[in-house]
């Protein structure tokens, strides 16, 4: 494969594929439909990491190369049971994804976290260590009618680990890159079934959190000093939201 770019009176670069080891162990077990649980484990080794590399010199080239290598690893855990009225569903995952070996440019630092699908315009878009969903759904007669009420809970941790936007060993590092939070999402609903129809009413985001879930930084413009600083764009959850839905079941 050829590069996108080189330097100036430089031969054009050549990189190779990438490639990944994954190992993944787990189990299922289902107690009389009362209880059911299933569980994994796995390590996922990523070689070769294919890098866009710019050339310096504000030129505007750049070139891809294999940069650094990473590994992710961790668990899950997955469990519903039933206690009568009451059904409970819950779920754990713990991802460890980061860099274990540095690049010789520098865009890959031995350490530092991977960034996801979710890094745009210079926020580090690491993935949370830490994601935990809980579900809790009591099933009553209501007017004679069979009627729910539940409640569903998501977590997910901020990230322990630098990006290489945020680690100044980083020919990525920018001081003005920050780390995101830790994330709390609530949800209730509650309905009836009648006849074919299914009503319900629902609350999203229940506790009106505004934790910043992302966000996109423009570029200081280095000709202008007014504003000194980048811009900023940020994400959250949607405020919180009422509403009724209402479904036909054939």
Avoid at 14 to 28: L, P, R, V
Avoid at 188 to 202: A, D, I, L, P
Wanted: a negative charge.
């Amino acid at each position: 494969m050829i590069a996108e770019g080189y330097g100036s009176g430089q031969a054009p670069e050549t990189y190779k594929s990438d490639s990944t080891q994954s190992f993944e162990i787990g189990a299922k077990d289902n107690f009389d439909n009362a209880f059911r649980v299933a569980s994994s484990i796995y390590y996922i080794r990523w070689n070769n990491i294919q890098q866009s590399v710019y050339v310096s010199g504000g030129c505007g080239l750049q070139f891809t190369d294999n940069l650094g290598t990473a590994v992710a690893k961790g668990f899950d855990l997955q469990a519903d049971a039933v206690l009568g009225p009451m059904a409970f569903e819950a779920a754990i995952g713990y991802t460890d994804a980061r860099y274990i070996k540095t690049s010789p440019h520098d865009l890959a630092i031995d350490g530092d976290a991977i960034s996801g699908q979710s890094s745009i315009n210079g926020a580090p878009g690491t993935n949370p260590p830490w994601n935990v969903t809980l579900g809790a759904q009591y099933n009553f007669v209501l007017a004679d009618h069979k009627s729910f009420a539940r409640f569903d809970f998501e977590f997910a941790s901020a990230n322990n680990w630098e990006s290489t936007l945020q680690d100044p060993r980083s020919a990525q590092y920018s001081p003005f890159t920050f780390g995101l939070p830790s994330t709390s999402f609530l949800q209730f609903r509650t309905g009836s079934h009648f006849g074919g129809v299914e009503g319900s009413f629902f609350i999203d985001n229940l506790l009106n959190s505004h934790t910043i879930t992302n966000y996109e930084r423009t570029f200081a413009d280095a000709s202008n000093p007014t504003p000194p600083t980048p811009q900023y764009n940020y994400y959250s959850f949607r405020p919180r939201t009422f509403g009724l839905t209402f479904a036909y079941h054939r």
